[in-house]
């Protein structure tokens, strides 16, 4: 059996939803449990609702909520004819769920009020997509994954129970696929053992399909993006990307690292331990080959290009002179860990320590305030920072020309450029 997984582009539009019935054609006759995520941008327009609720702006939390209601009950409408009243049936019971939450008062933390209404973005994608299936002749069962991914309560980002999970995946997921042939469920959410709505990050639907591919002991996990597959550089930023077709779960980690974003980092573990390999496929086009990640060694991978934008530079500096050594640097990082915040290089010197890290507004100024209380602190905000795997100096020296690089770093595979533009 196989593990798909289609992400808010794929089902952002009519078109785009009805465009998945040759896919699973394709596949016929196979296993599959198919994890999707929230269509387009739902999953933001979401996070405005929650926001504006704990605001206690409750009218436009209510008129927010209505106009992603409308838009689901509109696109259920044109694309179902038998099914419609039962699905409506279903997307009411989420939409009702919501807005008893959205007229209450919060009493709450704002991530477990956060969880209960993003949630729903996937719930809904799924009940609509599933019952479109089932009307073009792909029969499916829609699973709320809720029953089956269990975790703790820490919201936003949850931790997944996975020997509960385990157990449900064997009693639940394994005799309905055994009897259905496709499983239709939602990525990114879970619950408590309270019966809690929880999320697992943002873009974590990779995840959710690589915890189901781990658990079923799948042959194949398979991504389905708008693009050909991996490229080696973003093309926003590099016309001339290229498509690589082979990587190693390592070389994916090392690119999710340096901020490449292709894959939600958590995924290549369940997938790694039990060697699975993944298949990064376009749902424009069939035909093309795609990516496919697996275990083995790869040779002669094209430079990898990674460029990440609002980087802050952290200098500190010992306030007497004396050299920095492990006490002040174990404080620091001790900082680091309470505010979750994890630098993306850091240099030694003698009384100084220097790092740079993502930009974030929220953090930053109690980092420095923290920070200062252990060395001077001087920030500068607004750099980039350069990562290429596998380089060649001319294209390091071809990149950085007609910038200024504050900061540089390399090993045998990697080099690494802080740039001011
Ligand atoms: N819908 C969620 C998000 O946009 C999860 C996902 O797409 O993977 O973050
Ligand atoms: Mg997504």
């Not at 930023?237 to 498509?243: D, E, G």
Request: hydrophobic residues 40%; glycine residues 4%.
């Amino acid at each position: 059996m196989q593990v798909f997984k289609f992400g808010g582009a794929s089902v952002n539009s009519l078109d785009r939803i009805k465009s998945l019935v040759p896919i699973f054609k394709e596949y016929a006759g196979q296993p599959l449990l198919v994890v999707i995520s929230a269509m387009g941008k739902t999953t933001n327009a979401l996070e405005k609702v929650a926001e504006c609720f704990y605001r206690k702006e409750k009218d436009q939390a209510l008129l927010l909520f209505d106009q992603i209601k409308q838009n689901h009950l509109q696109t259920a409408k044109t694309l179902l004819e038998k099914d419609y009243l039962s699905c409506e049936e279903r997307l009411a019971n989420f939409f009702t769920e919501v807005e008893w939450l959205l007229h209450d008062q919060p009493v709450q933390s704002y991530d477990y009020y956060y969880d209960q209404i993003v949630c729903i973005g996937e719930l809904l994608s799924t009940s609509i997509v599933s019952a479109f299936l089932n009307e073009s002749g792909i029969k499916n069962e829609w699973l709320d994954v809720r029953d089956i991914i269990r975790t703790d309560d820490n919201f936003r980002d949850a931790n997944i129970d996975w020997e509960f999970t385990a157990n449900r995946v064997t009693h639940l997921v394994k005799p309905l696929l055994a009897t259905n042939g496709i499983v239709i469920t939602q990525g990114f959410i879970g619950s408590t053992d309270e019966n809690e709505s929880t999320t697992l990050g943002r873009e974590g639907s990779d995840y959710s399909a690589a915890v189901f591919a781990n658990l079923l002991d799948a042959e194949k996990q398979t991504i389905w993006k708008d693009v050909a597959g991996v490229m080696n550089a973003d093309p926003k930023f590099f016309p001339n990307a290229q498509l690589i077709s082979t990587l190693n779960y390592t070389e994916v980690i090392e690119m999710a690292y340096y901020g490449a974003q292709v894959i939600h980092p958590k995924t290549i573990k369940p997938l790694q331990n039990k060697s699975i390999p993944l298949h990064v496929k376009c749902f424009l086009d069939i035909s093309l080959p795609g990516t496919l990640i697996h275990n083995q060694s790869v040779k002669d991978l094209p430079p990898i290009i990674v460029w990440k934008q609002n980087q802050v530079l952290l200098q500190l500096k010992s306030k007497d002179f004396s050299f920095v050594g492990e006490k002040p640097i174990a404080d620091l990082y001790q900082i680091f860990a309470l505010h979750s915040i994890r630098p993306n290089m850091t240099q030694n010197g003698a009384i100084s320590f220097t790092c740079v890290l993502d930009e974030n507004p929220e953090k930053m100024d109690q980092l420095a305030f923290e920070a200062s209380q252990i060395f001077e602190v001087i920030i500068e905000k607004g750099l980039s920072l350069l990562t290429i795997r596998h380089y060649v100096p001319e294209l390091l020296d071809q990149l950085i020309s007609g910038n200024e690089w504050i900061l540089k770093q390399e090993t045998r595979e990697t080099v690494q450029a802080l740039i001011r533009r």
